[in-house]
């Protein structure tokens, strides 16, 4: 198993627990997204902003980084 996948069964453990954990959420988006997986990057970092508390640095930036994810589909 690839640290990629280790990372991936990781935080979808964590999320099974608490599906609304910004860091797990956030983490596993940036996670799809380089690995080229463009629904699922977007799906997990628009759930993300969702949740994210208030004055969140990377609730700062989740617009960009989807408007990014779009250019590259």
Known sequence: MGRYDQADE???ELLAANPKD???LWNR???FWR???F???TASLSKF???AP???KDAKRVDRIL???EREK
């Open 10 to 12: 990781l935080y979808g």
């Open 22 to 24: 910004p860091d797990a």
């Open 29 to 31: 988006g940036m996670l």
């Open 35 to 37: 690995r080229g997986e």
């Open 39 to 41: 629904d699922k990057a």
């Open 49 to 51: 902003r969702s949740v």
């Open 54 to 56: 208030t004055g969140d």
């Open 67 to 69: 408007a990014k994810i």
